[in-house]
């Protein structure tokens, strides 16, 4: 396999198995809008050098695992 391939898929499990833990939390804790703004701060502070833990992304994540429970 293209080392690009699968650098990529390793990205895209990673972000599908954030979502995943993103989407229990909230159905368990009940969190809101205001959880992923606070986490995105935490998560850019902690890690500066990883780009991509923003609101929406983390929005797309949970939204990119549901759907793909959806379709299995």
Do not use: H
């Not at 954030?18 to 205001?34: E, F, N």
């Amino acid at each position: 396999m293209n080392p690009i391939y699968a650098a990529n898929k390793e990205m895209l499990r990673m972000y599908w198995d954030i979502g995943r833990m993103l989407q229990q939390s909230q159905y368990t804790d009940g969190w809101g809008k205001k959880t992923f703004q606070r986490l995105a701060v935490d998560l850019k502070n902690d890690y500066s050098e990883i780009k991509g833990f923003t609101v929406r992304n983390m929005q797309y994540m949970v939204s990119s695992s549901m759907s793909t429970i959806k379709n299995w």
